[in-house]
């Protein structure tokens, strides 16, 4: 099941508190100001700064 639209569209970065995009698989919310990924575990998206995935330019996660 998607996220609801209606809390995407209230949902906002909590580093900048910039504007969140879903991720094409729907499996997470990214900050393109912040370069974060923020995954949606158990439809509950994981709004943590600490858990966040960061990206690359290409918005794939970087590796460790």
């Known amino acids: 099941m998607a996220i609801d639209k209606q809390l995407l569209e ?3 970065c909590p580093k900048c508190k910039g504007d969140l995009a879903l991720t ?5 919310l990214v900050c393109g100001s912040c370069r ?3 995954e949606i575990k158990d439809e ?3 709004m943590l ?3 966040a ?3 690359g330019e290409d918005l794939k ?3 460790s």
């Open 36 to 38: 974060l990924l923020y």
């Open 24 to 28: 094409e698989k729907q499996d997470g």
């Open 10 to 12: 209230i949902l906002a």
């Open 44 to 46: 509950i998206p994981i």
């Open 53 to 55: 995935v960061k990206l």
């Open 61 to 63: 996660p970087i590796s």
């Open 49 to 51: 700064i600490d858990e």
